[in-house]
C-alpha cells in the first residue's frame, strides 16, 4: 500500500517561493516515475511536474521555468522548488506516483496560497 505525506505548503506573498516535500512509503521508489498535481478550488486535479527514474523532468506549461521537480531515492522523498509564485498557483498540491495513482492512493496534500 503506498503512502504519501506532502509538507512544506503555506502562505506567501506573489513572486515569493516554497518548496515543498513529500515523504513517500512505497516500496522500490526509485523505479517510478513520480509526480507533483495541485486542484484550486472548484478545479479538477492537474499534474504540474513529473520525474523520472532515471531523473528526466517535464512540466506543465503553467509552472515551466518555475517550478523545479527534484527527488531523493535514499530518502523515497520527492521535492518541489516553486518560484515567482503567482496568485493562480493557489491550490492543495499532492504527489504521487502517476503509475500507482487510484482513489485511495492521494495523501492529505499541503495548501498553497499566494496573495498579498
Known amino acids: 500500500q503506498v503512502h504519501f505525506v506532502e509538507s512544506g505548503g503555506g502562505l506567501v506573498q506573489p513572486g515569493g517561493s516554497l518548496r515543498l516535500s513529500c515523504a513517500a512509503s512505497?516500496?522500490?521508489?526509485?523505479?517510478?516515475?513520480m509526480g507533483w498535481y495541485r486542484q484550486a478550488p472548484g478545479k479538477q486535479r492537474e499534474l504540474v511536474a513529473t520525474?523520472?527514474?532515471?531523473?528526466?523532468?517535464n512540466y506543465a506549461d503553467s509552472v515551466k521555468g518555475r517550478f523545479t521537480i527534484s527527488r531523493d531515492n535514499a530518502k523515497s522523498t520527492v521535492y518541489l522548488q516553486m518560484n515567482s509564485l503567482k496568485p493562480e498557483d493557489t491550490a492543495v498540491y499532492y504527489c504521487n506516483a502517476p503509475a500507482l495513482v487510484t482513489t485511495d492512493s492521494w495523501g492529505q496534500g499541503t495548501q498553497v496560497t499566494v496573495s498579498s
Open positions: 512505497l516500496s522500490r521508489f526509485s523505479i517510478y516515475t
Open positions: 520525474n523520472t527514474n532515471v531523473g528526466w523532468t
